[in-house]
């Protein structure tokens, strides 16, 4: 990735490891998977289990099988396809065994994994396989078609690979023969791998323009699986639940990485299923599960009795990537008894940044759940700063909002081929996160962060920042709603406005727009309130569980037109003029 030295000296800054004294000790993946498949200790134990529950299959892997598999794969994808340090591989696939087998398998060989959606529109698809100068394409059988047909506008796509359940079962390209100067070696993986090589691209979905590519290090995913081990103890007799998409930096981090760090093992699903959930940990002894916000909600939902399973060895649900309501948070932990590990991380930070710490007393940690205005997300994990800064860089005091900014070793190498957006997220030596939150100490000094809004997702209102956070929350707070999401509108008088889509719980019987703009009322100020209520049916969600408010703006952009030179005004005051 060719960058200016201006940008590639910021971009430094931001990766200076707070804490050198916890170097890594390999030198590149294929070392650090030779660590862990040929530890003697682990060859028999179980490494992965995958369920898939639609059709009901189960398949287990001990660490030895599964390494061997994994140097099988690599030794496939070097000598019939040609893939070589260096080069990008795209994954168009599902939670799955494979997908993990050549996650693994290329990053042996020293390749980046270019991870895609399969659910994403093909023109998106064009852009990222064209962007990254993937030179070859793994998808399902099913998705062939589709990929064959773009490859003939993508000169570096050398191959397109199609996988059913018992592998490689297809393939259109040049099929190049293994050159001998490269050779891969099933022991110790493609000759000059490095720890900074990339792993992952990343892409992230835009508000506005394409998607950015987000390059990983190998060092990257490495550090971040430490933090987490690290943070919540995870080791040898550890099992984690993967539930979220493997697509993505959680389910990739936390469910694969992670588990092999420790020298645990993990349970993947297909995909999440709300009736299978408890069972799977019962039946799995697992030990701990990485969801998003939206999960807690449809497990609310299903409300089903857990009384039946024995969940003793069971420490909690990881919970980021997503807004969490202190009201979800409050159901959730006396619904069923189960704490949140709450946490907050980007794909540009690798996943986590932050965690609340797991050894709080109940009081203290439902204080800092619930007892402000937002959730906290808790403190720096190892590896990494974290800090409130103003807009020139400068740190900001206690409870003083700004953007959070990171630095340290999980931090990203940068955007791949943009300058433009590397230029403005590094700047004083940090990584800009685009997140605006604050901070508040503890008895014992240390820092706990909060998140109160993306800042270009913050409502300005008559010159006044509102996070629609605090919206969302009041208006979910009401029995007949479901789902919830505040949106800024244009307005004549204020700049912007607030209005509300609302799915309400029973769409035969939604609450009245009256109903909720009067309980609305007692929530929050005037100036924090909806003016308009929208019902819809369908809740905006991206696949890994963030809701899509931006796009939802834009959505709702014609039907919140005729608003745009209405003057709201509060019942018990009269119309509100200038500044609320």
Known sequence: MNLSTDVADRIGQARCAPDAATDLPWTSFAEFFRSRFYDPRLVTRNFLTYCDDDRRLRHTYRYAEFGTLVEQTAERLHAEFGLRRGDRLATLLFNHDLTLLFYFAAWTLGLTVVPLNIEEPTDKKRYILEHSEA????????????????????????????????????????????????????????????????????????????????????????????????????????????????????????????????????????????????QRIHEEAVTCVSVVPTLLEFLLEADEDITPYKLDRFGGVICGAGPLLKETAVRFEERFGVPIRHGYGLSETTCYSCFLPNDLTPEEHRRWLTGYEFPSIGLAIRHNMMSIL????????????????????????????????????????????????????????????????????????????????????????????????????????????????????????????????????????????????????????????????????????????PYRDRQFSDPRHGTQRGTP
């Open 135 to 278: 030179a070859a394409a793994l998808c399902w059988q099913t998705g062939y078609e589709e990929l064959t047909d773009l490859q003939r506008d993508l000169p570096n796509l050398r191959n397109v690979i199609a996988v059913g359940d018992g592998g490689i079962i297809e393939r259109q390209g040049a099929g190049l023969k293994r050159s001998r100067s490269h050779r891969a070696s099933t022991t110790g993986g493609a000759p000059g791998c490095r720890l900074e090589d990339p792993a992952l691209i990343i892409y992230t979905s835009g508000t506005t323009g394409p998607p950015k590519g987000v390059v990983l290090t190998v060092a990257n995913l490495l550090a971040d699986a430490d933090a987490i081990a690290d943070w919540h103890g995870f080791g040898l007799t550890d099992r984690l639940m993967g539930v979220l998409p493997i697509h993505h930096v959680n389910g990739i981090v936390v469910t694969a990485v992670t588990p092999l760090y420790c020298r645990g093992s993990l349970v993947l699903n297909r995909k999440f299923k709300s009736a299978y959930f408890w």
């Open 390 to 561: 103003d807009e020139g860089g400068k740190p900001l005091p206690e409870g003083t909002r700004g953007e959070i900014c990171i630095r340290g070793r999980t931090v990203c190498a940068g955007y791949f081929k943009r300058d433009d957006a590397n230029a403005a997220a590094f700047q004083w030596g940090w990584f800009r996160s685009g997140d605006e939150g604050f901070h508040l100490l503890d008895e014992r000094g240390r820092p706990y962060f909060f998140i109160s809004g993306r800042l270009k997702e913050l409502i300005i209102r008559g010159g006044v920042n509102v996070s629609p956070l605090e919206i969302d929350e009041a208006l979910k707070s009401h029995p007949a709603v479901k789902f919830a999401m505040a949106l800024p509108f244009e307005n004549r008088y204020y700049g912007e406005e607030i209005a509300a889509y609302v799915v309400p719980m029973n769409p035969a019987a939604p609450p009245s727009e009256a109903d909720l703009l009067t309980h609305c009322r007692v929530k929050l100020p005037f100036f924090k309130q909806p003016k308009v209520i929208l019902f819809g049916e369908d809740i905006p969600y991206t696949s890994t569980g963030k809701p899509k408010r931006l796009e939802l703006k834009g959505r709702l952009a014609e039907r919140l037109a």
